[in-house]
């Protein structure tokens, strides 16, 4: 597959399919490089917004991760830039004008091959989501990547998973032995045709979790009509990684890779309790089934250790993501539970006594040692270890699924 195809495609069917004029309406924000994520799970929470970061979007495509970035960038008053890194002018323009459309001027846009990257950087954090699976060598890609990346920099990668995809490859085999020749506008209206008259058998009818093909032509050509697409296994990403000279930080939303989340038999559970978190990861996926993609975190192995922060002192603060704390404490029991969607199923979520006294003071402002003092004030006597396991069961559960992160203050 020539660099040649692949630009052709983006060039016909930017992707995703976004309008600008939407920009005024609403802010699309996802994983990977939401700030507040990136500092949790890269920084260590230890980002001074004070110091201007610099970013590399490649492979940005019609602009989702570049324009979320730059925005949360600029309004946490950031003085960095983004660079915006694409093949497709169609899909720049799209981005550009999304950029325009929100006033931001944080952003470089540039068309190019992010395996030629010459010249550019380097960056303190590289986002490549939903890219290095359509690359002939998505190892080469890494590495250039890796190559313009700070000392102590991270990249947050999105590479499509195997299992929860079943039925994508099989209709893109099947797809490829009638369009092959055809120009890509017909290559679409097979691929509409054969989906009309699929089989009741046939695995894409049966997979609950892909729908993108019952999207614009974009999505389902990206889906099912894809020159070249490769998924990953847990294990195949961490070798990934390594082949690239880093490592994985943090796979979201942690509770998408957590045992005990989908396994409740304590006598299965033990049986995995010599594996390695990644070992743990890649059995989860087996057993779930359900994991259309990964979306990872990846460092350099030395900077393993500090690249998640940890509630682990007073000058932490939490922040909560599409969250009101105040709100949420409103309706909340002492011991209350709350519930969570992942994967297309509702996960419950056992929350601690103090969830509520807390939660009222979590701003994303406050210290966790002020908010300590605060809970202790009302609650009677309550020392700093047993503030912090209440703090820390209640951290646990949302940030298991991407709800809340941490910062150093
Ligand atoms: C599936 S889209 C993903 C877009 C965006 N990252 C997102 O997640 O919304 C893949 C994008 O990668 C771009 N791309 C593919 N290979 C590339 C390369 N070698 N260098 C730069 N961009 C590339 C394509 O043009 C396309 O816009």
Redesign the pocket.
């Known amino acids: 597959m020539s ?1 040649d195809t ?2 052709a495609q ?1 060039e016909a069917y ?3 399919a976004r309008n600008p004029a939407d920009e005024k309406k609403r802010l699309i924000t996802g994983s990977p490089s939401h700030l507040d994520e990136v500092n949790h799970f890269v920084f260590g929470g230890r980002l001074d917004h004070g110091k201007p970061l610099s970013v590399l ?6 602009g ?2 570049t324009i979320m970035i730059a925005q949360q960038m600029a309004d946490a008053g950031n003085p960095g830039r983004v660079t915006y ?4 002018d169609a ?1 720049r323009a799209v981005a550009e004008a999304r950029g325009k459309a929100r006033g931001l001027t944080n952003i470089d846009f540039r068309r ?4 030629e990257l010459d010249g550019l950087g380097p960056f303190d954090y590289i986002d490549c ?3 290095l699976h ?2 002939d060598d998505p190892s080469a ?1 890494l590495r250039s990547l890796a190559g313009a990346l700070k000392p102590g920099g991270g990249i947050g990668l ?1 590479v499509y998973a195997p299992y929860g995809r079943t039925g994508v490859y099989q209709m893109q085999a099947a797809l490829r032995t009638i369009t092959d020749d055809l120009p890509l506008n017909e290559k679409v209206a097979l691929a509409k045709r054969l989906i009309g008259h699929l089989p009741r058998s046939n695995w894409l009818l049966n997979n609950p979790f892909i729908g993108d093909h019952k999207q614009a032509d974009a999505d389902l050509y ?1 889906l099912l009509l894809h020159s070249c697409d490769r998924p990953y296994t847990v294990a195949e990403l961490a070798d990934l990684a390594a082949s690239g000279g880093l490592a994985v930080a943090a796979l979201m939303e942690p509770y998408r890779y957590e045992p005990s989340v989908w396994i409740k038999d304590p006598r299965l559970l033990k049986r995995l309790e010599e594996l390695t978190w990644l070992e743990r990861a890649a059995w989860v996926e087996q057993v779930t089934g359900a994991m259309t993609k990964h979306i990872a975190y990846l460092v350099r192995p030395q900077d393993v250790e500090g690249a998640v922060a940890r509630p682990d002192g007073p000058e932490v603060v939490p922040v909560l993501r599409d969250l009101d704390g105040a709100a949420l404490a409103k309706g909340l029991p002492p011991g209350g539970v709350l519930e969570a969607e992942l994967m297309g199923a509702v996960i419950p979520l056992p929350l601690p006594r103090l969830a509520g006294p807390i939660l009222a003071r979590v701003d994303g402002r406050t210290t966790l040692g002020d908010i300590h003092r605060a809970v202790a004030e009302k609650a009677g006597a309550l020392s700093w270890e047993a503030f912090l396991a209440q703090f820390t069961q209640l951290f646990t559960a949302l940030n298991g699924v991407g709800k809340m992160y941490l910062r150093r203050s």
């Open positions: 660099i692949l630009r983006y930017p992707y995703p979007v490649a492979g940005g495509g019609t989702d991760g890194l694409d093949l497709s899909a190019g091959s992010l395996l989501c939903g890219v359509h690359l890609g999105m990206d």
